[in-house]
């Protein structure tokens, strides 16, 4: 996390900010939202599966709207998670903020690309005894596979130019994976009812954040191992909407008292920002991050880089909520 990530200029900001604050919030006069049906990527038909790829090349060939350095609307996504990844994990804002992250991720898609579906996710217990076989690596309908961590060679995002890393927004590098099914075995059904099992948010959102949500990075391996970087492979998205999806079911459980349920430290460990190279977050996040001790609440602010306006963890609680407006079916 190098500062220099800061600095970038946010021309435009105040545009694109305005535009989308019209429209991301669905009122719904009926209380309940359900705009989105998120549906798992192996019960979309062909034609659904086209629709969602053609939308992410679309965003990928769009012109930047936010920042005069980022080549394309991409990397202005990426970006997002890239200059605040020192701050969204290892928190208790984690699956808030990423839960967020989809749905503005969802939002670009309608809104710029025309997208008529929702956001869909991944399965990935249905895939942990084969999944090299996953048909979400299917070069013909889906994302390509396996590169072993070579630049990819199958599929819609051959020849997709990356260029924001951990220390620069200029690089110019490819797509990678490179599976480990040992990796990928924290996905399994097992693994996901024991987070299932916790009684605290804070239990669960660990136990979420290190099996299954390991498991994905680490199964599919090369960019989705970059803890920085990672959305750039456009599987990302699939992954954590997944993991949104399991963190709701959880919520679900005892959906009265997990609607408010929000905990976890708000700055992560020393040991994690080391591990990871991390600088400690500076006062232009932490002097405006809502919590007023060292404990996540729903007061929390998160922040989405002028892609979408600020919100609190206290909006996006409710998966049915306005803001987010979406079911997973
Ligand atoms: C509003 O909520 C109802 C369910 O209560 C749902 O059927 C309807 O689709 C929602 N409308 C919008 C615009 O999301
Ligand atoms: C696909 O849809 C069917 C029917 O709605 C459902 O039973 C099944 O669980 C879905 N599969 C996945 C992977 O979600
Ligand atoms: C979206 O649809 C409109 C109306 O058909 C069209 O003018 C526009 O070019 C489309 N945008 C993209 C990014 O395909
Ligand atoms: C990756 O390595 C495996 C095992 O060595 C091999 O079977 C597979 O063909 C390789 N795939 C690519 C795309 O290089
Ligand atoms: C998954 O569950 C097994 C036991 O069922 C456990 O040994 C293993 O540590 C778990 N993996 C992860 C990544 O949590
Ligand atoms: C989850 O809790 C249920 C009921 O308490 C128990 O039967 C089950 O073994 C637990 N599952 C795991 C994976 O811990
Ligand atoms: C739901 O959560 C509340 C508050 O933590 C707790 O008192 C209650 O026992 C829980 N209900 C169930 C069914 O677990
Ligand atoms: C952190 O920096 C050290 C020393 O430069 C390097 O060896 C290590 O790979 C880096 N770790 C990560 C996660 O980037
Ligand atoms: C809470 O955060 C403050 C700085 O805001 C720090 O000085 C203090 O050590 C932290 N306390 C704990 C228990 O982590
Ligand atoms: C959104 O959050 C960021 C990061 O905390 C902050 O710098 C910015 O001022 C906030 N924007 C608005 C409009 O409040
Ligand atoms: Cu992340």
Known sequence: MRSFLLVATPFLLSIASNVAGLAIRQANSSGTCTTNQRKAWQNLSDDEKAAYIDAELCLMGSPPQLFDWAKNRWDEVVYGHVVQSNVIHDVGAFLPWHRLYMRAHEYLLQTECNYTGAQPYWEESLDVANLAGSIVFDPDTGFGGNSNGSCITDGPFTQLELHITQSTNYANYCLTRDFNTDGFQGATPS?????????????????????????????????????????????????????????????????????????????????????????????EILDYDGDEGNVTTLHHNLWMVGLIPNATIGEVMDLRGELICAEYV
Do not use: I
């Open 191 to 283: 693994n996901v009812s024991s987070c299932y099992n916790s009684t605290t948010y804070e239990a669960a959102y660990t136990c979420y954040k290190s099996s299954p949500h390991t498991a994905g990075h680490a199964g599919v391996g090369g960019t989705m191992l970059d803890a920085v970087a990672s959305p750039s492979d456009p599987l990302f998205f699939l992954h954590h909407t997944n993991l949104d999806r399991l963190w709701w079911e959880w919520q679900l459980a005892n959906l009265t008292a997990r609607l408010t349920d929000m905990s976890g430290r708000n700055v992560p460990r020393p040991s994690y920002l080391a591990q990871n190279n991390f600088t400690y977050p500076g006062p």
